[in-house]
Structure formats: structure tokens, C-alpha cells
């Protein structure tokens, strides 16, 4: 259970979007600008059903391939399990009831414990992103496959190495910047409407099986964890992104996977690629 919920912590640390222009596509190919080899540029969502779930031969040849896969973070890096444990917990030692009143806690004790069989109780001082990692699976109400281990799995098979595009510690230092009353507000709200959060969570999957990433990211951008830091969440991470692209992608063909959320606007990855100038061709699944 624990490795499960590093797991899935990691993968849903961020995934935020700012919802400008019309893109399509969850697949791309970069190329031009220099480069001797394309790359290809991959929009994934982290946790999806198994029966919605599809990897096309287009994407798996094209991974096969390439001389890395490169993830948000190295999902294959042998300390990140003891770097995820080493953060589960707040610094400070601050607990939820310092944020929450007794009653609002006592909701989200019952609702934790009859979904996951865990007690609040002794989970009180874990960071509210933790804690929201375990509402997700409740979401899709499922058996979940995640893009991110299928691609590392598909890597392994074909002795292709396994990158990441920042570090734990990096996505972790985004979160010091939101105050935790917000953060555990945001888990709170979550867990105390988890239809309306089911809702909008098949209307995202809907549109990544659209590949319309315009509406997916709209949808992503209002919910409550991230429509007020999307500035530090998103856009300044996809700036960060792009020159540690530029040199990878100089060295051979790479294959990036991150959230699709990444993808779309004026901040985001297809339209910072091409102001470097840079080919993004669409390719279909």
C-alpha cells in the first residue's frame, strides 16, 4: 500500500494548464532548429481506466525507438522512493487540525477511513498533497492503469534509459510557496464533494480521449488545488523545461512524457518549442 502511495504522489504532484487557443493532439514530433534526430513529444494522464486506456503502436514504435524516455521526474531513479518518504511528512510538523475545525476533520477521518481503510489519526501531519493522492483512485472508481509505468515498462523492455526533466525536491519547493491552510482547503473540498469531483474527472478523461487538450486543460486549471498558482505550477515549470530539452534532444532522439496539461497556451510546450523555433508537427494516434 505504502509503495502504491508514493507511487501515485509522485505522478499527481502537479498537472495544471492554462487554457488558451484551440491545440489538438496529444502527440508530437519536434524537429528542425538544428537537430540531427526528431523527438517526440507525449501528453499522458496520470491515472486513467484500464478500459480507457490506449497506447498506440504509433506511440510505442516511436518510444522503441528513441535513445530516453523523459518523464517529469526519473520515475526509475533508485532514491526516489526514500526521497518521497522523506517528504511524505510536513517539515514543521503542522497537523490538518490546525487548519480544519473538528468538525470538518471528523468528515474527513470517516470518509478516509471508509475509502481507504486508513486512519486520520495517524496520518495528521502528512502534506495535504499526500493526502490528495489518495482521493484519486475514488475518482475513477476503477482499475486504473498510469501512463507514466506503462512507458517505463515499455522503455525497460527495449533497454532505453529513463530521464526526468526535474527532481522531486524541485516539484516539492513548488508547494512551499502555497500556504498549507490553502492546500488542506483544496483537500477538504475534494473529499467533501467527491461527486462533483467524479464529474469533472470523466469529463477530463472524455476530453483526453479526444485529444482535446484545449478543454482538458480548461478543466484542469479550475479545479481547486491549482486555479490560483497556476503561474507557479505550470507556466514557470514549462519555461524551466525548455533549454534541459534543447540539450537532450542535441544529443539523440528523445521521447517526452508528461502530464497533457503541459502541452497547450501560449505558456505552454508546443508554442515554447516553436518561439525557439523549433518544427511541432502533430502526429495521430
Known amino acids: 500500500m505504502l509503495k502504491k502511495l508514493i507511487f501515485v504522489a509522485g505522478v499527481f504532484l502537479i498537472g495544471s494548464f492554462s487554457a488558451i487557443g484551440q491545440e489538438e493532439g496529444v502527440f508530437w514530433k519536434i524537429s528542425g532548429n538544428g537537430l540531427t534526430k526528431s523527438s517526440y513529444l507525449f501528453g499522458t494522464i496520470h491515472l486513467i481506466c484500464e478500459q480507457d486506456y490506449l497506447m498506440s503502436e504509433r506511440v510505442s514504435n516511436k518510444l522503441a525507438q528513441a535513445n530516453a524516455l523523459v518523464l517529469e521526474i526519473d520515475m526509475d531513479d533508485p532514491s526516489l522512493q526514500m526521497t518521497m518518504m522523506a517528504n511524505i511528512y510536513n517539515e514543521d510538523g503542522q497537523k490538518i487540525t490546525d487548519f480544519l475545525s473538528e468538525e470538518e476533520y471528523q468528515e474527513i477521518r470517516t470518509f478516509l477511513k471508509e475509502r481507504t481503510g486508513m486512519d486520520m489519526d495517524m496520518l495528521k ?25 506503462e512507458l517505463m515498462d515499455l522503455a525497460k523492455a527495449s533497454d532505453i534509459e ?29 473529499a467533501d464533494n467527491l461527486e462533483k469531483g467524479k464529474k469533472e474527472f470523466k469529463k477530463l478523461i472524455e476530453s483526453y480521449k479526444e485529444e482535446d487538450i484545449s478543454a482538458l486543460l ?30 537532450m534532444m542535441k544529443k539523440g532522439s528523445m521521447f517526452f512524457a508528461v502530464g497533457a496539461g503541459h502541452l497547450a497556451g501560449d505558456s505552454g510546450l508546443i508554442q515554447l518549442l516553436k518561439k525557439e523555433g523549433y518544427s511541432v508537427e502533430r502526429l495521430y494516434l
Open 125 to 149: 501531519t502528512m502534506r495535504p498533497m499526500v493526502l490528495m493522492s489518495l482521493i484519486y483512485p475514488n475518482l475513477l472508481e476503477c482499475e486504473t492503469k498510469a501512463f507514466e509505468k
Open 162 to 190: 529513463i530521464m526526468g526533466l526535474e527532481s522531486v525536491n524541485d516539484q516539492l519547493s513548488l508547494f512551499e510557496l502555497i500556504p498549507l491552510e490553502e492546500q488542506y482547503r483544496s483537500f477538504y473540498t475534494y
Open 218 to 247: 480548461q478543466l484542469v486549471s479550475e479545479s481547486p488545488e491549482y486555479k490560483d498558482y497556476q503561474e507557479v505550477l505550470l507556466d514557470q515549470r514549462n519555461l524551466n523545461w525548455i533549454d534541459p530539452m534543447a540539450l
